[in-house]
């Protein structure tokens, strides 16, 4: 079965950088398709960005786009979201997502396995 554990979450104030990691366990990386979603209180769960198998196809919100960089080391079995330039609208649950077949990349219903996120607080 496949398994992701999200790490790398905190505490930053705007305009500051954080990067989360996604290990991910139970089946070979480069056959899943990876996204990140986030979560904020009272607002429903939202595609952030996604990045296929290779590498070499990406994908992210408006509200991202600039700031935010995903990637993936497959011999590590990890994804990792670089966020930049943080923004408090940014808090939020960070989640990350595995699936086999994508095609638009940032809907819910696309992926098949979930980890249990972390937390991202960006203060003013």
């Known amino acids: 079965q496949v398994q992701l554990v999200e790490s790398g979450g905190g505490l930053v104030q705007t305009g500051g950088s954080l990067r989360l990691s996604c290990a991910v366990s139970?089946?070979?990386?480069?056959?899943?398709?990876i996204g990140w979603f986030r979560q904020a209180p009272g607002k429903e769960r939202e595609g952030v960005s996604y990045i296929n198998f290779s590498g070499g196809s990406t994908k992210y919100a408006d509200s991202v786009k600039g700031r935010f960089t995903i990637s993936r080391d497959n011999a590590k079995d990890t994804v990792y979201l670089e966020m930049n330039g943080l923004k408090p609208e940014d808090t939020a649950i960070y989640y990350c997502?595995?699936?086999?077949?994508?095609?638009?990349?940032?809907?819910?219903?696309?992926?098949?396995?979930w980890g249990q996120g972390t937390q991202v607080t960006v203060s003013s």
């Open positions: 997502a595995a699936g086999v077949i994508v095609d638009n990349g940032l809907e819910r219903y696309e992926y098949d396995y």
């Open positions: 139970g089946f070979t990386l480069d056959y899943l398709v």
